[in-house]
């Protein structure tokens, strides 16, 4: 089955901490792994996605297919960070999305 | 700059009533898509449409259904609203895979809310 597991719907910490927001998936083929995120009051809109292996607003993702996981990663959080982010798997035209994860940057 | 505009971003409607929610996107794309968004379940995927007066099932149809008369337009219906439709509603489009860089654009979202 095709599943995307975020395990943590809340992350709390507060500035300059490390940020590691978790993702697992299952899929039998070579998946192509994004995360979204969601700011208060905006729309839902693209983050990063794993084959591009770049870094936005500070975030990275590695792929780690043994592990089967796309974590989300940023070495400094700023309150700007707090958001809601969700991973998703995209086995063709189609994303299937975690649960989410809602991530709060206390000061 | 991507656009995808949806009809309201606030309706109440009653139980039994039809519905209907509009997407429009301004980049051609040939791909829509419509999810529903509720807290601990994350989004969901409800029906999707690779062309015009193409649809497919997503991975919750049920009490819903989609009509694409136009490239531009994706409109998702609820024959008979019932309470637990109340949710908020996202639509999104893209270019198909094999064009190179795959992105789904949101639209803001619906919050429906059925009495």
């Known amino acids: 089955a095709q599943r995307v597991t975020q395990p943590e719907k809340l992350l709390s910490v507060f500035k300059g901490a490390p940020v590691e927001l978790k993702c697992n998936y299952s899929y039998s083929g070579s998946p192509e792994l994004f995360w979204y995120v969601q700011y208060s009051r905006q729309r839902l809109q693209l983050l990063l996605r794993?084959?591009s292996r770049e870094s936005i607003k500070g975030f990275t993702a590695d792929l780690n297919k043994g592990e089967t996981s796309f974590h989300l990663k940023k070495p400094f959080a700023q309150e700007e960070d707090s958001a809601m982010y969700y991973c998703?798997?995209?086995?063709?035209?189609?994303?299937?999305f975690g649960t989410g994860t809602r991530l709060q940057v206390f000061p | 700059d991507v656009k995808v505009t949806q009809s309201s971003r606030y309706l109440v409607k009653r139980t039994g009533e039809k519905v209907f929610l509009e997407c429009v996107q301004d980049m051609d794309h040939e791909n829509m898509f419509w999810y529903r968004q509720d807290p601990g379940l994350g989004l969901r995927l409800i029906y999707f449409s690779y062309d015009v007066k193409m649809k497919e099932k997503g991975d919750i149809p049920e009490g819903y259904s989609v009509s694409r008369e136009k490239k531009e337009r994706f409109s998702l219906i609820l024959e008979s609203a019932s309470t637990n439709q109340t949710s908020m509603y996202l639509c999104?489009?893209?270019?198909?895979?094999?064009?190179?860089?795959?992105?789904?654009?949101f639209g803001p979202g619906t919050r429906l809310t059925v009495t």
């Open positions: 999104a489009s893209s270019l198909p895979t094999g064009t190179g860089f795959y992105e789904q654009y």
């Open positions: 998703a798997l995209s086995p063709w035209d189609k994303l299937i």
């Open positions: 794993h084959i």
